[in-house]
C-alpha cells in the first residue's frame, strides 16, 4: 500500500490524500510507482484507507527494504506528515516528503521532512516488533545517508527495551495509541 505515485506525463509525484475522490480526479492510466515505475491502480473504498496499489500479480520489484503496512500505519503516517508542521515551529518550514527513498541505504522512510538548509529528517512509525539490534542498524543507514531520524512506536514495537534503547541514544522516546486516537476521533465525529 502506498500513499505515493508518480505521474508518468510530468514525472511529478501525486499523494492520494490531495484528492478528496481519487478514482474520479485521477486518471489511473498515468500513475506509476515512484520506486520501480510498475503501474498502479488506486484503492478508495468504504472499508480501506484510500492508497495506490501495483496491479494485481505485479509487486513492486525494486530492491528498497520495506515492509507491509496496516490501515494505523497508514493512518499515523499521514497524522504525523501533516501534524507536526502545525505543532512545531521548527518544522515551519520544512517540507514532508511520504515514502521517501533514500538511495544510499536502499530504504524507503515513512516521512522525511526536507528543511530549507538541506537537513533531512526521517520520521518511522514501527507498530509490529522490531529488536533494538534492528532499531540500531536501521538507524546507522539513515544516519550513513546522512539523514537523522525520530522513531515513533506503538503496538508490539512500544516494548520496555525499545523504549529504553530511544531513551539512551535520543533522550525522547515517541510513542503512538492508536486505540487511544481512534477514540477521540470517534469521539470528535
Not at 45 to 64: A, E, M, T
Not at 143 to 168: M, P
Request: aromatic share 12%; charged share 30%.
Amino acid at each position: 500500500m502506498g500513499l505515493v505515485a508518480k505521474n508518468k506525463h510530468t514525472n511529478e509525484l501525486v499523494y492520494i490524500f490531495d484528492y478528496k475522490n481519487p478514482r474520479s480526479e485521477l486518471k489511473k492510466d498515468d500513475l506509476l510507482c515512484h520506486l520501480c515505475g510498475g503501474e498502479l491502480i488506486i484503492k478508495a473504498g468504504l472499508v480501506r484507507i484510500k492508497h495506490f496499489s501495483h496491479k494485481p500479480n505485479s509487486p513492486c520489484s525494486c530492491d528498497y527494504e520495506r515492509h507491509p503496512e496496516s490501515e494505523e500505519h497508514l493512518f499515523f503516517k499521514r497524522l504525523i506528515a501533516t501534524q507536526l508542521s502545525s505543532e512545531f515551529e521548527e518544522y515551519l518550514n520544512a517540507k514532508p516528503l511520504l515514502e521517501y527513498p533514500v538511495h544510499e541505504v536502499h530504504r524507503v522512510a515513512d516521512i522525511v521532512f526536507a528543511f530549507p538548509s538541506g537537513w533531512l529528517v526521517a520520521h518511522e512509525i514501527q507498530l509490529s516488533s522490531i529488536t533494538t539490534e534492528q532499531l540500531e542498524r536501521r538507524t546507522n543507514d539513515y544516519r550513513n545517508a546522512g539523514v537523522d531520524v525520530i522513531w515513533w512506536l506503538g503496538k508490539s514495537a512500544d516494548t520496555e527495551t525499545n523504549r529504553q534503547w530511544l531513551y539512551k541514544n535520543y533522550g525522547e522516546c515517541y510513542t503512538l495509541d492508536w486505540d487511544e486516537v481512534h477514540k477521540i476521533c470517534t469521539e470528535n465525529d
